[in-house]
């Protein structure tokens, strides 16, 4: 069974920025692609940015140049640093690596 743990959430305002941490249990860390998502109210659930266990990375359109995902295999442990945070950015993250899901921490952006 793998667990995924996220932290790092809160109220920001726009303009400003907030690291997600993500730690993992289990062996399979290193060998996985993680990703993290986010969902806000009424809409759905949506790819932010992802991992390979190489280090290859991509990102939503929307994110891009402004987010981050970064992973330390020997913490177990992804990043998802969000720099220049909008309100639309507000909603619930979401760490990721199939089938498992994190519980998620809100990230909310005041304008």
């Known amino acids: 069974q793998v667990q995924l743990v996220e932290s790092g959430g809160g109220l920001v305002q726009a303009g400003g920025s907030l690291r997600l941490s993500c730690a993992a249990s289990?062996?399979?860390?290193?060998?996985?692609?993680m990703g993290w998502y986010r969902q806000a109210p009424g809409k759905l659930r949506e790819l932010v940015a992802a991992i390979t266990s190489g280090g290859n990375a991509n990102y939503a359109d929307s994110v891009k140049g402004r987010f981050t995902i970064s992973r330390d295999n020997a913490k177990n442990t992804v990043y998802l640093q969000m720099n220049s945070l909008k309100p639309e950015d507000t909603a619930v993250y979401y760490c990721?690596?199939?089938?498992?899901w994190g519980q998620g921490t809100q990230v909310t952006v005041s304008s």
């Open positions: 289990g062996s399979i860390f290193r060998f996985n692609t």
């Open positions: 990721h690596t199939p089938p498992y």
